[in-house]
């Protein structure tokens, strides 16, 4: 494995090489995978770089301050790029259909901060010890000396405080808060990030929480908590998928609950899980790993085929497998 002081080198490399350059990213994106695109996008135009943006699925709406001119968008053909980089995404399949339109390159760059990424590039910087894509596109543009505008300070402040949770997940290091203050020298507009993202939530939003909060269910003494999302629940809180994002915090919170999953009916046989854990015993990459997904030690999702039925009984009885390692409070049980 390269360190950082020969991979960043050899990335910009051929950046500096490449006149067609292609930013993708994963399916549903957030912050860190927006805000990275769009700050990379920015420096690479500014370096007189040809830059496409592609995603399977639209910008979140409120993320889309973020975008104004709209970069990023949904793939129209196949075209020949010199380089593709891949941000933010732990492997070739979480790009989507987008996978598909970047075969024609020279070279695959993959920039990510999953512990579970596979490596599918011909140059990988995969670093799990930072919290956030983000903190890695702003060193990787620290070294290469291309000026950091305040739009892609904005950019980039999205991506490292929606990846930390507001910094407040165990991930979040001192060399973080170093990154998002020298980011704010550079004009992140704290204000207008915190009103768009945090603050400007949809009716069709609060209707999938009110959902959350009238239907999740607690089991194992309370220590694990899940709650479905199907069609019809959106249909009903006339939401897009973007809306379900940060759900699962709600029912995270919850003081005796460890492990928190969210199972989202995809099709009638295929469900999408996502966990979140506030035990560091309790590594639900790991458990996602078992059903062909991963993540973090704290986050980690997969897709699962199966009946929403037997999809719930073998990953809460994988859960309650790995909550074994936590005793239990005297006051859970």
């Not at 989507?96 to 760059?109: F, H, P, T, Y």
């Amino acid at each position: 494995m390269k360190s950082r002081s020969q991979i960043v080198p050899r990335i910009l490399d051929v950046l500096r090489r490449s006149k067609t350059v292609a930013l993708v990213s994963h399916v549903r994106p957030d912050g860190d995978s927006i805000g990275s695109q769009l700050a990379l996008a920015e420096a690479l135009d500014r370096a007189g770089k040809s830059v496409v943006c592609w995603n399977e699925d639209p910008i979140p709406a409120k993320l889309a301050f973020l975008d104004r001119r709209g970069v990023i968008q949904s793939p129209c053909s196949d075209k020949r790029f010199d380089c593709v980089v891949a941000l933010d995404a732990a492997s070739l399949e979480r790009l989507g259909s987008v996978a598909d339109r970047i075969r024609d390159r020279s070279i695959l760059i993959n920039i990510d901060h999953h512990i579970s990424n596979t490596r599918f590039g011909d140059i990988n910087w995969i670093s799990h010890r930072n919290p956030s894509t983000g903190e890695l596109v702003f060193r990787l543009l620290k070294a290469s000396k291309w000026p950091i505008t305040a739009t892609m300070a904005d950019c980039l402040f999205t991506a490292v405080s929606t990846d930390t949770g507001s910094f407040q997940y165990p991930s979040t290091r001192p060399a973080t808060y170093a990154v998002a203050g020298e980011l704010v020298k550079r004009g992140a507009n704290l204000a207008t990030i915190c009103q768009e993202v945090y603050q400007s939530f949809p009716l069709s939003r609060v209707r999938l929480i009110q959902h959350t909060l009238n239907n999740f269910k607690l089991t194992d003494h309370n220590r694990i908590a899940y709650f479905w999302l199907r069609p019809a629940d959106y249909a009903r809180a006339r939401a897009g998928s973007d809306d379900s994002e940060g759900l699962i915090d709600h029912i995270r919170a919850i003081e005796p609950v460890v492990v928190a999953c969210l199972f989202e009916q995809m099709k009638p046989n295929l469900v999408r899980i996502s966990m979140r854990s506030k035990n560091p015993r309790v590594d639900v990459n790991e458990i996602a790993r078992q059903f062909n997904g991963g993540g973090h030690p704290a986050a980690a999702g997969a897709r699962i085929a199966g009946s929403p039925e037997a999809v719930q009984r073998a990953v809460i009885r994988a859960i309650r497998q790995a909550l074994k390692s936590v005793p239990m409070n005297h006051a859970d049980s």
